[in-house]
DNA sequence: GCCCGGTTACTCGGATATATAGTGTCCGAGTCCGATGGG
DNA sequence: CCCATCGGACTCGGACACTATATATCCGAGTAACCGGGC
């Protein structure tokens, strides 16, 4: 039970694409240079933030990618269900079903399975932490505990 | 991202276990017929348990796995940390020291990774939501719903 | 000088290999129960 | 008849294959910019 590492990539790359200059598309290649990732890996995720419409794609010469929306309407629970998919995180397989308990009465009723009922709550305290949390929020902490952060990856935006 | 099935089936082992009488100590292969589950690989997931001290395993012959603890004191989270292990969902691979970006100084004074922080808050949600559910509350919920499914359950493991 | 078409180089996009973790299975070490022989 | 001992069978325990997922990579399709020629 690991979260891929493609979305620690890809909201510092959302956080990397909000500081460019209005909205100017940055190509994969420049966001792979800049945090040492492998180029071809992280365009398969950027990928992913384009059809989930996260992300636009601007194909041909001096194109690459910029966001689709705002910073403010980009929470880390949209970054995850893009990267990792819409899966939950515990599935039920039905166990209560199968085997000597099923033949006795477990299933009982059609009441939903206790044990995916819990699950699920705990899951869904989490995704809604996430839900909560914007890549605006993130840039806002930024620029109070570490505002040459910003302006550094700004600077080297601006270059290209 | 997904939560292994062994975590749901030791819930549910350790709801049938906290039926058995007394504490008597129930069979991997008996536990492996009532819920329809591979016999051996169940048995493996169940030593990953023994080992956390949340079962205790009596060897030889009419031996078995029973509760080490009273079922108030198994949490949801015990389980799932005895099954999947202790790390993190979200592992911070510190992409910020890596790169061109690295190079400018974007770790900034060794302040902890912002993204680490945020996720690590929504996963502490989930945990916290874990820890404060136990077997106990869980075969509660089924006996005022269900009250049926327990009863089945404690009978089949009397005749054994 | 201005406009149009072809070329070119660069971009994303999906199809293709490799590494890692999860799933499933097997056989050996240890232990208790029961039968058996002796006292 | 009671007890100690031996044998046996059953249990868990860890070591060994197989499968699915995640990771990493490559080459092709598409597009915008650029250059050259024509008007």
Redesign the interface.
Known sequence: ?????G???M??ACITLACAPAGAPVQAGAL??????PKAYLAKQLQSLVRAGILRSTPGVQGGFSLARTAGEIS?MDI?VAV??P?D?????G??D?????Q???T??R?PC??QI??S???M??R???AA?TIA??IE??DS??P??LG??RE?LQAL
């Open positions: 039970m690991k979260m891929g590492a979305v620690e990539w909201v510092h792979a240079e800049f945090h040492g990732l880390l995850v990792e998919g899966a995180l515990f599935q039920c397989t166990i209560r199968n085997g000597v308990g099923a006795l009465g477990m009982s009723g009441l206790i044990v819990e699950m709550k705990a899951e305290a989490m809604k932490a996430l949390r929020h993130l902490s930024l505990g570490a040459k952060v550094v990856t080297w």
